[in-house]
């Protein structure tokens, strides 16, 4: 525990400062070579807008917190559960963080100049996925975000955690509805046959 622990702990902090500037740069390299955003936020005040700036929130308070706990002690304020804060819950959580930005590469490569974050405007060219890991699930990138929501879960063992889980998670699990209407509204017989044959998640 008195290596694992700290080792967890700097790596948290380290880990979702890499995510904010790997998804920072992607997004401005592709705006570069582009010459449009690939981020939709939707219409201010529609479910899927709220559900950006939702995640966007719960992003940065995360981000802040790891930052912090590498020099500050806040388990305190934040609820660890003490009988989950053990060295095994804890590398595994790490773990679970490193296959899920693992599989959320691995998904955006393969996407490639399809992958769109939010739901795109019908004038854009981005074309209907039925191959590869869509072949198995109709939102492998969203399983994969929740992967490593939970293991920031179990990396962090606490209250705040469990509530960025379950918040994560509804999000998710509400902007995958709202993305599954606007893939029938804009492929049509297409999505409806391909729906029939894959299934949501697993």
Sequence with gaps: MDLIEPAVRTFLGIFFLM?????????????????????????????????????????????????ARIFVDLDGWLG????????????AGAVLLLASFSAVNYLQAYMHEDWRSGIAPTADKARLLTQGPYSRSRNPLFLAVMTGQLGFFLALPSVFSLVCLVAGVLVITRQAKEEEKALAQRFGQDYEVYRAKVPLWF
């Excluded at 390299?29 to 559900?51: D, E, Q, V």
């Design 19 to 67: 995510i904010g500037l790997q998804f920072s740069a992607r997004t401005l390299g592709l705006y570069a070579r582009m010459g449009f955003s690939h981020i939709h936020y939707g219409a201010r005040g529609k479910a899927t807008w709220w559900h950006r700036h939702i995640f966007n929130v719960f992003r940065a308070a995360i981000l802040l917190v790891c930052l």
């Design 80 to 91: 660890v559960f003490a009988w989950l804060y053990h060295w095994p819950v804890l590398l």
